[in-house]
């Protein structure tokens, strides 16, 4: 059974960048099949796609208020992918999860947890 | 792009059973059999319900099921128990610059 497990700071502060790590367990990134993605919570609110990658590298932002900033990594070696997120403001205040997508479907399955990340000085 | 709308709260007796609403546009919902569900309980990862409309993941009781009519997608929970109180989130494919857009969320209460 695959499970996700994100990691990383869990404040940053304005202007800085932004670094998360979402660990597998259970199954190979590199088996190919499936998008490792990235999405935020806002607090209270609802649920933002951010952006997915698949094992070979090729990214897939397609989020206008993000896309600019945004960098979505692979490492194959430690079944680890990464997010970025350069030039913070409090607006990027959120729980990040990772998450699997299959390449032949529109679904997210499974989830991490997810990690508070507050942007404040 | 906006998010799909979903009532804030939805209540009900055990045993009862609740329907929530999903609504979008013709851009997402309605033109895309791409609608999945999610439960999420406070503090736990979201878990996939239901996707492609109405499709249930193995392990998912069959007290969940989906449907859909032009915009609007639902989810109903029969039979609610109180293992079934969280928070739900439906998500739809879309044909806008933002490939995946989530409802606003609903709180499923069991009285």
């Known amino acids: 059974q695959v499970q996700l497990q994100e990691s990383g700071p869990g404040l940053v502060k304005p202007s800085q960048t932004l670094s998360l790590t979402c660990t597998v367990s259970g199954g190979s990134i590199s088996t190919g099949g499936y998008y490792w993605s990235w999405i935020r919570q806002h607090p209270g609110k609802g649920l933002e796609w951010i952006g997915y990658?698949?094992?070979?590298?090729?990214?897939?932002y397609r989020n206008p208020s993000l896309e600019s900033r945004l960098t979505i990594s692979v490492d194959t070696s430690k079944n680890q992918f990464s997010l970025r997120l350069s030039s913070v403001t409090a607006a990027d205040t959120a729980v990040y999860h990772c998450?699997?997508?299959?390449?032949?479907?529109?679904?997210?399955?499974?989830w991490g947890q997810g990690t508070l990340v507050t942007v404040s000085s | 792009q906006s998010a799909l709308t979903q009532p804030a709260s939805v209540s009900g007796s055990p045993g009862q059973s609740i329907t929530i609403s999903c609504t979008g546009t013709?851009?997402?919902?309605?033109?895309?059999?791409?609608v999945s569900w999610y439960q999420q309980h406070a503090g736990e990862a979201p878990k996939l319900m239901i996707y492609e409309v109405s499709n249930r993941p193995s392990g998912v009781s069959n007290r969940f099921s989906g449907s859909k009519s032009g915009n609007t997608a639902s989810l109903t929970i029969s039979g609610l128990q109180a293992e079934d109180e969280a928070d739900y989130y439906c998500s739809s494919y879309t044909r806008s610059n933002t490939p995946y857009v989530f409802g606003t969320g609903t709180k499923v209460t069991v009285l």
């Open positions: 990658i698949y094992y070979n590298g090729n990214t897939y």
């Open positions: 013709s851009s997402d919902v309605g033109i895309y059999n791409y």
């Open positions: 998450a699997r997508m299959t390449t032949w479907g529109h679904w997210f399955d499974p």
